[in-house]
C-alpha cells in the first residue's frame, strides 16, 4: 500500500510542477509581448529618431542589457553606435 501511496504522491507532484512550469512560461512570454510593444513604442518616438540608448531602454522595461537585446533582435531592431561610442538601437527599415 505504501509503494501505491507514493506512486501516487510522486505523479501528483509531477503534474502540478509541470503546471507551474507551463504558468510560468505563459506569463513570461505575455510580459515579453508587453515588453516588446514598449520597446516599439520608445523607438518610434519622434524625438529619438537617430535611436535609443540601451541603458534608457533597459530601464524603461525592467530587463537586463541581455534580455532587451533578446527582444529587441525579436522584433527586427537594430543596434547602432550612437554619440560617444554608445550602444544604441533603432527600428530596421
Do not use: H
Not at 512560461?25 to 535611436?51: C, P
Request: with cysteine; aromatic share 6%; proline share 1%.
Amino acid at each position: 500500500m505504501i509503494g501505491a501511496e507514493l506512486i501516487s504522491e510522486l505523479i501528483s507532484n509531477v503534474i502540478s510542477n509541470f503546471f507551474k512550469l507551463a504558468t510560468s512560461f505563459i506569463g513570461s512570454q505575455k510580459l515579453n509581448g508587453l515588453r516588446k510593444k514598449r520597446l516599439k513604442k520608445l523607438l518610434q518616438d519622434s524625438r529619438f529618431l537617430t535611436g535609443r540608448k540601451l541603458e534608457t531602454l533597459t530601464l524603461k522595461i525592467g530587463t537586463t542589457p541581455e534580455e532587451c537585446r533578446k527582444l529587441l533582435l525579436e522584433m527586427g531592431a537594430k543596434g547602432i553606435f550612437l554619440k560617444g561610442n554608445i550602444e544604441g538601437w533603432t527600428l530596421g527599415e
